[in-house]
């Protein structure tokens, strides 16, 4: 063999590779997600065709919409309570701790939960919401209530809650890294003329740190929309959520042609929120070099 | 005139007993032109944060215009700071950088804006008033993080190193125009910087800076010509070290001996006596070789032999060997009638005359040596 055709072979498979592990582990899933979408259901199983059916369903029948419209206001209010406790926390890492070692330390500790099994950590507040459950035990023995209540568990307060709990370190790490590039000497410059600190931050420290707050909101938000497990643990009756209904689709219901183009319309979705998000960071584009 | 900020006994002391500013008094007059100089560490940047409100004294008052501001936080100091690395707001553009304190101070719309437009012409920058900071050169940030500062008209402007990022050329063009910008303005300038050159340039008193204490205070003539410590003579300029004995000495004149030759200086505010030792400074640019046939008994003569010479444009640098493993720097404008050729090379036997009157002497201590 010529040395330069080995070569060209040799640069032919090392750019080849990834290529590859795009088309086997990207491509060929959403083709086949895709093909599935347009398949016809014939009880008990399914047929190949290309008709619109199931998006036809999806569309005309409200209980999607109104699913799709519920794990949305899910997603902002998880968002939303993820960032009111997330912002201030990071601000305090980033400002407030003066030890290096210290913000490591509790930084870590934001993480860390992280590494814990994200079924655990769902199935945690149901012993902490549930009627027998630690939140009850302590109102009841305080005297607030006389007997146990339920309505801390079982909706989609208890959802908002137990999702906020698993996401918040994807909210405080973008927000964290975003607060901790602004140099010091910007909030100096701001005092220097003559602005005092509540001002200082709402016009130089907030802006500045908005990429991390929109990159945190994306994750949230997009996490938020794929979940079914809290739904399962915690959610009860009014609990069903756009990847509830997918996943029973592709189980109990076996109906896999409009699991398929319910998965499609989340990942429209899903796509649009990232690029949204793209583009709002890209006109606050922010140079701090 | 009156002085505009008063530094009485300040100390400043970081976490883990770093002394950064020790018992430091100071008073700087209405309008002048002030530069802290010293290396990194000396606590001149400490200074201009202690004065600024970023940084509290541990000890020690600071006023500003007779009012005690020791406490007082930034935003309630009528100073104003150019900050080394500019500091301007990335999410806004010059004018609003510029108009930023005025804005949130409340000011009406139809006074910020020839107030800003003001100081952009005076820095030269009306044309870039739309631009983001991140469109623009090193230079030109500079100019707007000065029009920023200027447009509150601070009673102190405090200038940290604000020149350090700049080029060799850019820098030079901007200190002739701070200097004029400080006539202009009339405000009071604190600038801090570690180039010497920059400090004699500008300033109206150099204030030189050592472990977090004032060496020496004075005018940069006075502080080239009549260093008061070794270290500021090191410091400031090129200077030759002759290391000598006491031989004689009276409230006139000092004579050393420096090896096996002898070398008359004035003594300065220094009493001496007999067989003390000494270390005498002498700037390289303020020695002359003996002519042929002139009278050597004016001057201090050193005879050597020239090693090596340093051609530098407008003038050259012999290095000249004087024995006892010594070598005298001697600096030599070259005029019309000089050229190098004239100089003699290497190996040319030369007189050095010193003038007793460009000669420092200072009493050898262990920190000076």
Redesign the interface.
Same mark, same amino acid.
């Given at each position: 063999m010529k040395e330069s055709t080995r070569r060209k072979i040799t640069s032919f498979s090392l750019v080849s590779a990834p290529f590859v592990w795009i088309l086997v582990f990207l491509f060929i899933p959403y083709i086949v997600m895709f093909t599935y979408s347009f398949y016809v259901k014939k009880y008990p199983t399914f047929i190949p065709a290309f008709e619109f059916v199931n998006y036809i369903a999806i569309v005309s029948d409200p209980q999607y919409y109104q699913i799709l419209f519920r794990t949305a206001r899910i997603a902002f209010m998880v968002a939303g309570s993820a960032l009111l406790i997330a912002y201030p926390l990071a601000y305090f890492l980033v400002f407030k701790i003066r030890s290096d070692k210290l913000r490591a330390a509790l930084y870590m500790a934001v993480i860390v939960p992280l590494w814990v099994s994200y079924l655990l950590r769902a199935y945690t507040w149901k012993t902490i919401l549930g009627s027998e459950g630690i939140l009850n035990s302590l109102l009841v023995w305080s005297g607030f209530l006389d007997a146990p209540t339920d309505i801390f568990l079982y909706n989609q307060f208890s959802m908002v809650v137990t999702l906020t709990y698993i996401f918040v370190p994807f909210m405080v790490m973008p927000i964290y890294m975003a607060l901790e590039k602004i140099?010091g000497?910007?909030v100096?410059?701001?005092?220097?003329?003559?602005?005092?600190p509540f001002?200082t931050f709402l016009?130089?420290t907030l802006?500045?740190s908005m990429p991390g707050v929109i990159a945190g909101a994306t994750f949230t938000i997009c996490l938020t929309f794929g979940d079914f497990v809290a739904a399962f643990l915690v959610g009860g009756p009014n609990g069903a959520m756009i990847a509830t209904i997918i996943q029973s689709q592709f189980g109990a219901t076996l109906n896999w042609p409009l699991g398929a183009a319910l998965s499609i319309v989340m990942l429209v979705i899903v796509l649009s929120i990232i690029s949204l998000s793209d583009r709002l960071e890209r006109s606050?584009h922010?140079?701090?070099? | 005139m009156n002085d505009i900020i008063q530094i009485k006994n300040v100390s400043k002391i970081y976490p883990g007993a770093i002394t950064a500013v020790s018992d430091l008094s100071l008073a700087v007059k209405e309008g002048e032109f002030v530069t802290f100089l010293g290396p990194s560490g000396c606590g001149k940047t400490t200074i201009l944060r202690m004065i @600024?409100? %970023?940084e509290i004294p541990t000890n020690g008052k600071i006023y500003l215009a007779g009012e005690d501001v020791t406490e007082h936080?930034?935003?309630?100091r009528q100073?104003?700071?150019v900050?080394?690395?500019y @500091?301007? %707001?990335?999410?806004m553009n010059i004018r609003e950088n510029v108009g930023?304190?005025l804005r949130?101070?409340g000011m009406s719309k139809q006074d910020i804006k020839p107030a800003v437009e003001q100081a952009l012409t005076t820095v030269g920058l009306t044309d870039k008033a739309d631009a983001?900071?991140?469109n623009l050169s090193g230079g030109q940030k500079q100019r707007v993080a000065l029009a920023?500062?200027m447009v509150?008209r601070p009673k102190v402007l405090l200038l940290d190193e604000p020149l350090s990022a700049l080029d060799a050329k850019l820098r030079e063009a901007m200190q002739v125009e701070l200097k004029q910008l400080h006539k202009q303005l009339g405000i009071t300038f604190v600038f801090v910087t570690h180039d010497q050159k920059e400090a004699l340039v500008m300033s109206d008193r150099v204030i030189v800076m050592e472990a977090g204490r004032i060496v020496q205070s004075g005018t940069p003539t006075e502080l080239y010509d009549h260093p008061v410590t070794p270290y500021v003579a090191d410091f400031i300029g090129n200077s030759n070290k002759l290391y000598g004995k006491v031989v004689s000495a009276d409230a006139a004149q000092v004579t050393l001996q420096v090896g096996s030759h002898r070398v008359q200086s004035t003594p300065g505010q220094t009493r001496y006596s007999a067989g003390d030792d000494v270390l005498a400074i002498v700037r390289p640019e303020k020695v002359r070789l003996l002519a042929d046939g002139e009278d050597p008994r004016n001057y201090s003569i050193i005879p050597g032999i020239v090693r090596e010479v340093l051609f530098h444009g407008s003038s050259c640098r012999l290095e000249i060997d004087i024995g006892q493993q010594q070598l005298f720097d001697l600096d030599m404008q070259l005029e019309l009638a000089l050229n190098t050729s004239d100089i003699g090379g290497p190996g040319t036997s030369v007189n050095l005359a010193i003038n007793s009157d460009m000669v420092s002497v200072f009493p050898i201590e262990e920190d000076n040596v």
């Open positions: 140099p000497s910007m100096e410059a701001s005092k220097d003329l003559g602005v005092g001002r016009r130089v802006p500045l606050g922010i140079d701090l070099g | @600024a409100g %970023f936080p930034p935003y309630e100073v104003n700071t900050f080394q690395d @500091a301007l %707001f990335p999410h930023y304190g949130v101070a983001r900071p991140g920023r500062a509150r």
